[in-house]
């Protein structure tokens, strides 16, 4: 997809029915004009370049697909996003804690993290586990209750696996913030399960998301993928049927998984996380946007687990605390049924190292492009975010307690 987004619309139609699906798959073809973002099951929403317009509506209207335009010009709206953006960071500067007023840096997070370990030195750990391509130290967040008890189980969480997913980040520091600085409420969180976060996956398309409106809807890494494109999708570059259904051998797709499994550092990262824990982890939460789904496995293909049953248990447990506390909807279910087949993802690949249970949480929507909620939401969104998080955990906790012998 072109950086300059000037007089690219994104229209809204129906995701329903076969001609609705015929359009989709035939514009999935054509990704240098077409994006399509994640569909809500009833509704899709297509970015379509200016040229393809005319041809993109007379293939609708072949189809009697009803639609709208739901954004006349992308860029014009990224540009005005981000100098609201460059406002608030010069309203709001990082003084030693990360508000919900804005949206931040990887270096601010990183920071952040850093602090925290300082200011609580017997509960908070934080530990280099990685460099992205570009260098960026990718850090994790250990948190404990400070009771020096070793090898209680863990829940791993970790968000901004793609870069223009900016909520992710917010909402997981935001459940950080929760369970370090709200402790005396969470503790019982906290009693036989140690954190393991890492805020931000995917550093460098991040930070490239900051520099300028034209970045700002970049999705993948930043390693060069051949002498044209650049970037992997890290979440289909897991060595668990890597590059099958829902991934594209493309290096110019927005959902290329690499020339090989694990050819992206970030995505190394993630997997050497999930097995140095994988005997005493419980839950993998990876937090993504957008869509209001709590999704679990398998997303490869088109069949649930054996243990279908205890993923559906905690995953509603999260969706009815959120709709109870907010009203919002979230669905849950195999995410190859409620969405679409994503085959080398880190959800699957937790799931099958070991957690029993690992969900991909897809945050709501937001802003004139949909994956940009403007600053003032986010207050919402990630307080609502953790009622569901914390309710999972609390699932999880319930099912899955600590063996007294291992505790010692």
């Not at 949206?103 to 200011?119: G, P, R, T, V």
């Not at 550093?203 to 970049?218: C, E, Q």
């Not at 669905?331 to 993802?345: D, E, F, R």
Request: aromatic content about 12%; overall charge negative; some cysteine.
């Amino acid at each position: 997809m072109l950086n300059l987004l000037i007089s690219f619309k994104i229209y809204e139609l129906s995701a329903k029915g076969r001609s609705s699906d015929l359009v989709l798959s035939e514009l999935l073809k054509n990704e240098s004009y077409y994006e399509i973002f994640a569909s809500n099951g009833a509704k899709a929403h297509v970015m379509v370049h200016p040229e393809a317009q005319p041809e993109f509506v007379e293939l609708l209207d072949d189809h009697t697909l009803a639609y709208k335009v739901v954004n006349r010009d992308v860029g014009l709206t990224l540009r005005r996003e981000f100098e609201t953006n460059r406002n608030l960071r010069n309203w709001f500067p990082y003084e030693g804690r990360l508000g919900t007023d804005r949206y931040y840096s990887h270096d601010e997070i990183n920071q952040y993290i850093e602090d925290l370990a300082k200011q609580f030195p017997s509960r908070v750990f934080v530990k280099t586990v990685g460099k992205s391509f570009e260098g960026r130290w990718l850090k994790t967040i250990t948190i404990t209750n400070g009771d020096g008890r070793a090898n209680k189980n863990v829940i791993l969480m970790d968000g901004g696996f793609h870069a223009r997913e900016w909520i992710s980040p917010a909402a997981v520091v935001y459940a950080i913030g929760e369970l370090v600085n709200n402790y005396e409420v969470n503790a019982h969180l906290l009693l036989d399960y140690d954190w393991v976060i890492l805020p931000v996956v995917n550093a460098d398309g991040y930070s490239y998301t900051h520099l300028s409106p034209d970045n700002r809807m970049w999705r993948k890494t930043r390693q060069p993928s051949n002498e044209i494109c650049i970037g992997t999708d890290p979440n289909r570059n897991f060595g668990f049927h890597w590059n099958e259904t829902g991934a594209s051998p493309d290096p110019c797709s927005e959902i290329y998984a690499g020339p090989k499994a694990f050819s992206e550092p970030e995505a190394i990262v993630v997997r050497d996380l999930i097995h140095s824990l994988a005997d005493r982890g419980k839950m993998y939460l990876t937090v993504h946007s957008y869509g209001n789904y709590i999704l679990y496995p398998w997303g490869y293909i088109d069949a649930l687990p054996d243990t279908w049953p205890d993923l559906d248990e905690v995953g509603r447990a999260g969706g009815d605390a959120i709709k109870a506390a907010t009203g919002t909807d979230y669905k849950v279910g195999c995410s190859t049924t409620l969405l679409y087949a994503a085959a080398g993802a880190s959800d699957d690949y937790a799931f099958n190292a070991g957690f029993p249970i690992s969900f991909t949480m897809e945050l709501p929507a937001g802003g004139a492009n949909y994956f940009d909620p403007p600053a003032s939401d986010i207050d919402g969104l990630v307080r609502e975010t953790w009622v569901g998080i914390e309710a999972m955990a609390r699932k999880v906790i319930q099912k899955y307690p600590l063996n007294a012998s291992s505790g010692l």
